[in-house]
């Protein structure tokens, strides 16, 4: 389906082709012709899919062609990272090129001048206001922001912001909001508690779900089964083997992030560390020398693992494996982008076993083990918990931890041809 088989505005969709739009991706075949009738909507669907258009476009087509008040906030879109804030309104801003919306990004980690224009907009009055929760609530709790005739609150990636600790904030900010308003929540996947906090804010929504689709054919996937203290040796060891180009090694919490990136420096490993903790010009900074090619190898929590667009990432190592199967497909999601090739190497310890085996369930396939240097010594044995065995208990399970005839980054894909191919709240406000 074409935009202008769903979309009227012709200066909306001038700036769509501008942009080289062209096609509908399934969730935005889905969900534009909905929000355009005005009903509250449930999308699941994982980054990459196209979901900031599938939200931005119904919401500009109707601005645009009904009569709104210029002098109140008209739409509230809540993400739970300043990148992903900055980038959804960098979107935002080509899709409204030809039209006359005006929006504004309310995150932390600004100047005073940045925070008075913020403040300035609530004020006075913005078609879209792109937030973090917690700088929002921050505005609200001034006394000087009017919600009252919000017409569109929508949430994106609401399963990260209740991973955050922000489901309280969250529901404050809709009790400034009248209840006669258009709610859309977009997640990637549908944990109870966001079937608890649609039951909270949507009222009859559609439910739209597009499948979570499997790491792209082009990602060579590898795990290595290892103890904890040989995780560090083994990435010196890798890093030795082969000069990297573009690495994302990601870790489980900011301060794992900071040990490690202190620790692979001390290696002589130039490496560079982003997470929450940072000032926002410092994380900018950090991001344009990574995208530049004059930082090849990124040290990061999963506030990048989604919305973060940068094409050429060759390889991404799961330093901590990620708490969800679906968080797995995310991480690596970020290399094979552009119809290139990547790779993806995940350190496995013994308590991550039952992570690691419920990825391989979610992808559909047994990732290649990779063998551990000799220096390492033995890594341990991968074992499946008897409540494991017992319920798939007819499915045969490799248990050693050899096998592949590589390691470091040149390893090749030696895929069987049978098989198919907490951030915690504290620092976005």
Do not use: W
């Not at 959804?88 to 899709?95: A, K, R, S």
């Not at 060891?237 to 301060?255: A, C, L």
């Not at 490496?271 to 090619?293: N, P, T, Y």
Request: charged share 30%; proline share 5%; glycine share 6%.
């Amino acid at each position: 389906m074409k935009f202008d088989d769903i979309l009227t505005n012709d200066d909306l969709l001038d700036a769509i082709y501008d942009m080289h739009f062209d096609e509908c991706t399934p969730i935005q075949e889905k969900s534009i012709p909905v929000a355009l009738e005005g009903r509250d909507l449930l999308a699941i669907a994982q980054t990459g899919t196209g979901k900031t258009a599938a939200y931005l476009l119904p919401v500009l087509e109707q601005l645009v062609n009904e009569n709104y008040p210029t002098d109140r906030v008209n739409c509230i879109i809540m993400a739970p990272t300043r990148e992903l804030a900055r980038q959804i309104d960098e979107q935002l801003q080509g899709f409204s090129y030809y039209v006359p919306v005006t929006s504004m990004p309310v995150y932390g980690g600004t100047d005073g001048i940045t925070y008075e224009k913020q403040r300035q907009s609530l004020k006075s009055g913005a078609d879209i206001i792109i937030a973090t929760p917690g700088r929002l609530l921050s505005h609200i709790n001034m006394g000087y922001v009017n919600l009252s005739r919000v017409s569109f609150f929508i949430l994106d990636e609401a399963d990260r912001m209740l991973d955050m600790g922000f489901y309280d904030d969250i529901m404050t900010i809709a009790s400034h909001l009248p209840k006669e308003r258009q709610t859309m929540l977009f997640s990637a996947t549908m944990p109870d508690k966001i079937r608890q906090l649609a039951n909270n804010i949507l009222v009859n929504p559609v439910d739209v779900r597009i499948a979570v689709s499997k790491p792209a054919d082009k990602i060579d996937q590898g795990v290595f089964l290892c103890y904890e203290p040989q995780k560090i040796p083994l990435l010196v060891d890798m890093f030795s083997k082969e000069t990297p180009k573009k690495v994302v090694i990601f870790g489980s919490s900011k301060q794992k992030v900071k040990e490690l990136a202190r620790n692979l420096h001390k290696k002589g490993i130039a490496v560079a560390e982003i997470h929450s903790d940072l000032e926002q010009d410092r994380r900018d900074e950090v991001m344009l020398k990574f995208r530049a090619g004059h930082v090849s190898v990124l040290v990061a929590t999963d506030i990048i693992s989604r919305g973060i667009d940068i094409d050429d990432i060759d390889t991404i190592i799961n330093f901590d494996v990620p708490r969800s199967p679906e968080d797995y497909v995310h991480r690596i999601g970020r290399t094979a982008r552009a119809e290139k090739e990547g790779k993806a190497i995940t350190l496995v310890s013994e308590r991550d076993f039952p992570k690691l085996s419920r990825i391989q369930r979610l992808i559909g396939k047994e990732i290649e083990r990779l063998p551990l240097p000799e220096f390492l010594g033995e890594g341990p044995l991968f074992t499946v918990s008897q409540k494991q065995k017992s319920r798939h208990k007819n499915k045969n399970r490799r248990k050693d931890s050899t096998g592949g005839h590589k390691r470091g980054f040149s390893h090749k894909n030696h895929r069987n041809r049978n098989q198919q191919g907490s951030l915690r709240r504290s620092s976005e406000d």
